[in-house]
């Protein structure tokens, strides 16, 4: 884990033929904690053809107010949201819960006749990332990335997003992946946004449950697609005295394209 240079530019130019323009959600807690997932969305979306836009003005997306119940605050945020990314073709997420909460726009904002039909835009046009690339033609060979890996998914991108099948595939398109399964695949972590704040035994419940789920797998490292997810179960792990990194499914798909696996530790 970490943000050290965790700085993304804000333009940063695709190769080859140009897919398209799109805008590139930083957001707050995986700025702050994986800078580092950040920079390999970046540069795996420019290697695939993409313009990347990433504002900085763009912090929060609103989604840790909207599950605390201040819509307002939530409101506040998702209009900056919507104003930067007008003009993108599509937007990126690479936090389950912030892709969540932006596809949501459509709802919050359905009863605002100013903002309505800027909101459900910007839904329609939101993707995970893992959903983009898993849409489109990959352009870039991978190289072999040598690895046990087990797959969590997120509730946000399992559950509230549909995205099951395109993490598994692209994992898999790498040469050497063993791509394993835990038991209980379905179950939350136990961070759930900020479950684990205000239900903290329950939530601990479930994130033993899930970390003995994983170790169980035999794997090497861990792929999950949301930063309160790799939080929650990287603190269980480290409770059982278990030291196992944990990626997001991008610096996997980074490290292969680039042949460079030393950023799987940047």
């Known amino acids: 884990m970490s943000s050290k240079g965790s700085k993304v530019d804000e333009i940063t130019a695709g190769l080859g033929e140009v897919r398209g323009r799109v805008g590139l959600l930083q957001g707050c807690v995986q700025r ?27 912090r929060c997306c609103g989604a840790l107010m909207l599950h605390t119940g201040y819509e307002e605050e939530a409101k ?50 939101t993707r995970d990332i893992m959903e983009l690339l898993g849409s489109v033609e990959q352009r870039q060979p991978r190289n072999a990335v040598n690895l046990r ?27 050497g992946i063993e791509l394993v399964e835990p038991r209980e695949w379905e179950i939350c972590c136990g961070s759930a946004g900020i479950y684990n704040l205000l239900e903290p035994e329950a939530a601990r419940q479930l994130g033993e449950r899930k970390a003995d789920n994983l170790l169980a797998t035999g794997a090497e490292a861990i792929a999950a697609g949301n930063p309160g997810c790799s939080l929650q179960i990287a603190g269980h792990l480290r409770s059982r005295g278990q030291a196992m990194p944990i990626y997001h499914p991008i610096q996997l798909l980074d490290a292969a394209i680039s042949g460079d696996q030393s950023r799987l530790k940047d």
């Open 32 to 58: 702050a904690f994986f800078g580092d997932v950040n920079r390999s969305t970046a540069r795996v979306l420019a290697a695939e053809g993409y313009d990347v836009v990433a504002p900085a003005s763009v």
């Open 76 to 125: 506040k945020l998702a209009r900056r949201a919507i104003e930067a990314f007008e003009k993108c073709d599509l937007i990126v997420t690479n936090a389950a819960g912030c892709g969540s909460a932006m596809k949501d726009y459509v709802h919050l904002f359905a009863d605002d006749p100013l903002w309505a039909d800027r909101a459900r835009s910007l839904s329609e046009r």
């Open 149 to 175: 890996l087990a797959y969590h998914d997120a509730c946000h991108l399992a559950h509230a997003q549909q995205v099951r099948s395109q993490p598994r595939e692209l994992l898999s398109s790498i040469p």
